[in-house]
């Protein structure tokens, strides 16, 4: 965020995810940007060349704006999370929700294999990194979760969607 100077993460893009879409809704800028935690290839267009094929295929736009509108729904759910909930309640649906998109079943456990710091955690949850570090001990203590330098395992996911009110 400019004004305060403090990050705020979003969200994690997957293979075919596309970030930048607000200049060619009428922004003349995009304030976000992207981090690459892996090797990867990105594709540009212009935001006149990407008018001209919502334009001509609409099947395109449709798409667009079911992407546009589940972004709308968790930029809500994230603000939401941020002024009404726990540090607590925000790293449990955090993790839920990655474990939801990049976890894969392994003994039991879903496990996030990023390369996930406790400052990115402490982005998305608009917390800082000291209480990150303390709430995953916390969730560690209480068999939620366990964790490693690159990987994160919930154990106990209905603990957590307690946590997180869900």
């Not at 001509?56 to 939401?80: C, N, T």
């Not at 294999?113 to 402490?122: E, G, H, K, V």
């Amino acid at each position: 965020h400019a004004v305060t100077g403090q990050e705020v993460v979003l969200g994690i893009l997957l293979p075919g995810e596309f970030f930048g879409s607000l200049p060619v809704l009428g922004e003349d800028t995009h304030p976000d940007t992207a981090q690459a935690h892996t090797t990867g290839c990105v594709l540009t267009i212009t935001g006149d060349d990407f008018q001209k094929i919502l334009q001509q295929y609409p099947g395109v736009s449709l798409a667009m704006l079911e992407i546009v509108s589940a972004r709308l729904r968790e930029a809500r759910e994230i603000i939401h999370q941020l002024s009404a909930s726990s540090v607590e309640s925000r790293l449990a649906a955090t993790l839920l929700k990655l474990a939801s998109k990049l976890g894969k079943t392994q003994n039991d456990e879903l496990l996030i294999q990023l390369p996930l710091s406790r400052q990115d955690l402490a982005d998305m949850t608009g917390a800082t990194v000291e209480t990150i570090s303390r709430t995953m001990s916390q969730f560690r203590k209480q068999k939620l979760i366990d964790s490693g330098r690159r990987w994160v395992a919930i154990t106990d996911r209905d603990g957590l969607k307690e946590i997180a009110g869900l």
